[in-house]
């Protein structure tokens, strides 16, 4: 648990930085968060992440929205594929609705399969309520693709101003590593926990939105995307 201490002291320096140089941030009203990341049931949360695996080859996670449905990451999992390794398991997926593309809160994908999943353990969701800038939050997946599904604690940070347009519900988070810090735990809940201790998962986990500038990086943030439309 060392590791997300010095990320969350970071991600503190790093808010306290933004919040001096706000001229670069577009301004956000300040609400008091819904929910808590203090403490609650993470094995909970750990068990609605379920690592994935795509016939390329490529890894990430998807979450279970019910044990015939499953949501993930656009750029992971594309509405045409007809299989999915899920957990070390073949399932035939079918895409029932997705986002626009692979870049910004288009990216995600929502999928029937087949055979049900055994006992999923399904989270509340909660892809409405605002959470403010300085909250911190969970990331939970497929840690850097080996399979084992880890926590990350995460900072929510002010919006850029070169991404003013974004819906109000998408996430901002401090980028520690200047991009792809997280790999493999695209697709995986982002999630905190209410009065009574049991995660709420908030959204997903996206990865990296960078600004780059002649080619080379000006800015980029963590992001966690909120589409609604998928818990239709």
């Known amino acids: 648990m060392a590791r997300l201490s010095t990320l969350s002291l970071a991600s503190r320096l790093a808010l306290l930085a933004g919040t001096l140089l706000g001229?670069?941030?577009?301004?956000?009203?300040?609400?008091?968060?819904?929910?808590?990341?203090?403490?609650?049931?993470?094995?909970?949360?750990k068990c609605a992440a379920l690592p994935a695996r795509t016939a390329d080859g490529s890894k990430g996670t998807v979450t279970a929205l019910s044990?015939?449905?499953?949501?993930?990451?656009?750029?992971?999992?594309?509405?045409?594929?007809?299989?999915l390794v899920i957990a070390g398991k073949t399932?035939?997926?079918k895409c029932v609705s997705a986002g626009s593309g692979v870049k910004f809160t288009g990216d995600w994908s929502k999928f029937e399969?087949?055979?049900?999943?055994?006992?999923?353990?399904?989270?509340?969701?909660?892809?409405?309520?605002?959470?403010?800038?300085?909250?911190?939050?969970w990331l939970c997946g497929d840690w850097g693709g080996s399979g084992e599904v880890k926590l990350v604690q995460a900072l929510v940070v002010p919006r850029p101003i070169w991404l003013w347009w974004l819906p109000k519900t998408a996430l901002t988070l401090?980028?520690?590593?200047?991009?792809?810090?997280?790999?493999?735990?695209?697709?995986?809940?982002?999630?905190?926990?209410?009065?009574?201790?049991?995660?709420?998962?908030i959204?997903?986990?996206?990865?990296?939105?960078?600004?780059?500038?002649n080619g080379k990086r000006v800015s980029s943030v963590q992001a966690v995307i909120r589409p609604k439309k998928a818990l239709d």
């Open 23 to 45: 001229a670069g941030c577009v301004s956000v009203t300040q609400q008091p968060a819904a929910y808590t990341s203090a403490a609650g049931d993470f094995e909970m949360a």
């Open 67 to 83: 044990d015939s449905a499953i949501l993930t990451v656009r750029h992971l999992v594309d509405p045409n594929q007809d299989s």
């Open 91 to 93: 399932y035939q997926i």
């Open 113 to 137: 399969i087949s055979p049900p999943l055994e006992e999923p353990t399904v989270l509340k969701k909660d892809f409405d309520t605002p959470i403010p800038p300085g909250t911190t939050i």
């Open 174 to 201: 401090y980028d520690p590593a200047g991009g792809a810090p997280f790999g493999g735990m695209s697709g995986g809940p982002a999630f905190m926990f209410d009065e009574t201790g049991q995660p709420v998962q």
């Open 203 to 213: 959204g997903i986990y996206r990865g990296t939105w960078v600004w780059s500038y």
